[in-house]
């Protein structure tokens, strides 16, 4: 079945320094997006990419769907400690007919003030 | 406050008991969903219902039983659970239409431990 992998697992960073998470599927996906989970809460959801090769903003955080539509990263720069969290990519199993989403494994992020 | 209603926020059972976890939208959705998040598998997808009918299951265990009697409810019916079924269970919803099925609105999560 597809798979959607996230490296890397952890990532400790300071307060200052840029982080990126990286995201690859096993197959084409029609859309990728970006969820964050803080410490004891739920994913929230940050963005969606639909076009090959696509690139949105928003503030720190950068997000680039690839050509091939199979990868996806995510860059902050700057961290500051309210990056805490783990940062999901999550795409949708069309191929299979039903609304499914596959989350990638994650990336946990710590930053230290 | 998501939209997305979770009941109960924590819940701790024997591996006989018997109960449910109930997930309540607001957002006039039509797709909902089903996640366990533990430890060992961050997100894993469980059952997926589209306009009431479910669309997918994940393979789960028939312990884990789920019911959609509309489009705004949705509840996991729990029976003869092991201690391994621990974890976090996340419901979602998203519009669930056409090739654009939306982003995904989390409820705040049922915390269940299996004694």
């Known amino acids: 079945g597809q798979q959607v992998m996230q490296i890397p697992q952890y990532q400790h960073v300071q307060e200052g320094e840029d982080f990126t998470t990286y995201c690859n599927s096993s197959?084409?996906?029609?859309?990728i997006q970006w969820y964050k989970q803080r410490p004891g809460g739920h994913p929230v959801f940050l963005i969606q990419?639909?076009?090959?090769?696509e690139v949105k903003k928003q503030k720190r955080l950068t997000f680039q769907f690839g050509e091939a539509k199979k990868n996806s990263s995510l860059h902050i720069t700057a961290t500051q400690t309210t990056d805490v969290g783990t940062y999901f990519c999550a795409g949708p199993d069309l191929y299979s007919g039903t609304y499914k989403y596959i989350f990638g494994t994650g990336t946990r992020l710590k930053v230290l003030a | 406050e998501t939209g997305v209603t979770q009941t109960p926020r924590h819940l701790v059972m024997g591996m006989t008991n018997k109960k449910s976890l109930k997930c309540e939208q607001h957002l006039g959705h039509n797709a909902m969903y089903w996640y366990k998040q533990s430890a060992k598998k961050p997100l894993e997808l469980m059952f997926v219902y589209n306009f009431k009918e479910q669309t997918e299951n994940n393979s789960v265990p028939s312990r884990f039983s789920p019911e959609c009697p509309n489009s705004s409810h949705l509840f996991l019916h729990l029976h003869t659970l092991q201690p391994e079924d621990s974890a976090l269970y996340l419901c979602a919803s998203s519009q669930g239409r056409g090739l654009d099925t939306g982003e995904l609105f989390f409820g705040e999560g049922s915390r269940l431990t299996v004694l």
């Open positions: 990419l639909v076009k090959s090769g």
């Open positions: 197959t084409t996906l029609s859309n």
